[in-house]
């Protein structure tokens, strides 16, 4: 417990080493629950070392590292994660976004330059993705859709909270009854880790729906791949996030669905992290 009475700022700062605080960045976690409780940004909390805390903001403070000491990610404790040029609403109803997944935005905005695309982000979670893109392309129509009413709910309020109002979002399950509709870019970071992975219990406050699979993890994966190729225009492209040994399964399932222009792509820490398709049935046709 800390004395409620004399504690400071620069006390707790200089005592979250000795918390009990499994993370790999205590002092930052430390900040974030510190500039929380008092409403103030990192700034000020650096500039004000000896500002003595109140009786209720040390128990605010206890309370908030305490969940913390528990394991709850940072963001489900602050409500929010950053993402892109965006700080987005996450509840335990959706996956927290994930700095990797920026690779998918950088994909689509190097490799779609029409001025005009139709594009569908599947499991959208808390709308990261189809935000980011519909900011960054406002003439595009975006799609998104998540099997989980929840999730549909953050992510229209992430988009109207970043005014990326043209999003069309729908509880489906991946591309299903989207009619006839077409798509000239799919995207998707689905669920992909197999279900007994040894890294899941470091990720059990986040749905497991969003993060796991069955058939080591690719079923998901399997499904959109399938089902995209009735839902792409012809020459469109489909991008999948993927786990890090999972590459050269996501390329062949690819390949034997008939897609082409097959390319792999990693992560900013050189990790395999996503492949990007283009669904040719015409050239598909030929070579068979
Ligand atoms: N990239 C996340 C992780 O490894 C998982 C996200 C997902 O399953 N799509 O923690």
Redesign the pocket.
Known sequence: MLQSSSTTVGDIIRSIGSANLCSDTPLLDCHLLLSRCLNKPKSWLLAHDEYCLTDDETQIYESLLERRIAGEPIAYILGSQGFWDMELTVTPDT?IP?P??ELLIETVLATCRSAHQRVIDL?TGTGAIAIAIQRERPNWEVWATDVSAAAIAIAEKNAAEWSATGIKFLQRNWLTNLGKRKFDLIVS?????EQNDR?LPA?QY?PAS????SDA?MADLKTIIRQATGSLTAGGRLLL?H??DQQTQVSDSMKNEGYTDIALLADYNHVPRAVLARWSPDRYQQEK
């Open positions: 996956l994930r990797e997944t499991g970071n689905p669920p992909y880790i890294h990720l986040e969003a993060l796991t699979a993890g996030e786990g890090y």
